[in-house]
């Protein structure tokens, strides 16, 4: 019996963490057997990665240092947690995964799609998600949102990807939408704005008929 790869994709402020935690909930009211992940993190180990990673005082961080790093956090998820859920017939949701490499490494620093894939091969070996929801808002929408949840005590230190230029957050946002139409058939846009409840019922409309 192996489950369901569900991965959840967007901006930073698009509200799709928010939005995994409503759809985790309503799986687990309808007697499914959910993980929830997430990318960095995820595995004691990723979560040490991690604050390499999003601590703004490493200024110093080279783009491809930078890279394999979220890949080693990815390694570590996915032969620890992930699979070993997808194996025991759970339904996986995953807060970022190889799209958002793909998006904020491959096409916001320019590190290109290739290097990205082959180092999937390697850390994913093979695993793909079944279903990708990206989670859409325009970059303004995005950067409020961020902000706001940046001011607040708990997350003041994790900005070092969130404090990159106006510029970079437009690419991402660009590269997902291009995403998306490459990888048609996994990928569902979900319209980020509104309020959660909203939200979450377009991200219901695109999961029930594969759960
Ligand atoms: P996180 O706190 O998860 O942001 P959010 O809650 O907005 O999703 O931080 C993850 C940051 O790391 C986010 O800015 C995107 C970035 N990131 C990459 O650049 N590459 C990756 O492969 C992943 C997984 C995340």
């Not at 091969?121 to 950067?143: E, H, K, M, S």
């Amino acid at each position: 019996m192996q489950g369901r790869f569900i991965t959840f994709e967007g901006m930073d402020g698009s509200g799709k963490t928010t939005q995994m935690r409503l759809l985790a909930e309503r799986l687990r009211r309808e007697g499914r057997e959910v993980l929830e992940t997430v990318e960095p993190g995820g595995t004691e180990i990723g979560s040490q990665i991690r604050r390499i990673l999003l601590d703004s005082a490493n200024q110093e961080l080279r783009p491809t240092a930078e890279l394999l790093l979220y890949f080693a956090s990815r390694a570590q998820n996915v032969e620890q947690c992930i699979q070993p859920a997808l194996s025991a017939g759970k339904i996986v949701l995953c807060d970022r995964f190889t799209d958002s490499t793909l998006a904020y490494q491959g096409y916001g620093r320019g590190l290109g799609e290739e290097t990205v894939l082959t180092l999937d091969r390697i850390a994913c070996r093979g695993l793909a998600p079944d279903l990708t929801l990206l989670v859409d808002v325009n970059v303004d929408t995005a950067l409020g949102r961020a902000h706001t949840r940046n001011a607040s005590l708990f997350s003041s230190e994790e900005t070092r990807m969130d404090e990159q230029s106006l510029e970079f957050h437009r690419k991402v946002r660009e590269a997902y939408l291009a995403l998306a139409r490459h990888y048609s058939s996994r990928f569902r846009i979900i319209n980020g704005h509104g309020s959660p409840e909203q939200v979450a019922q377009r991200v219901w409309e695109a999961v029930a008929q594969h759960v």
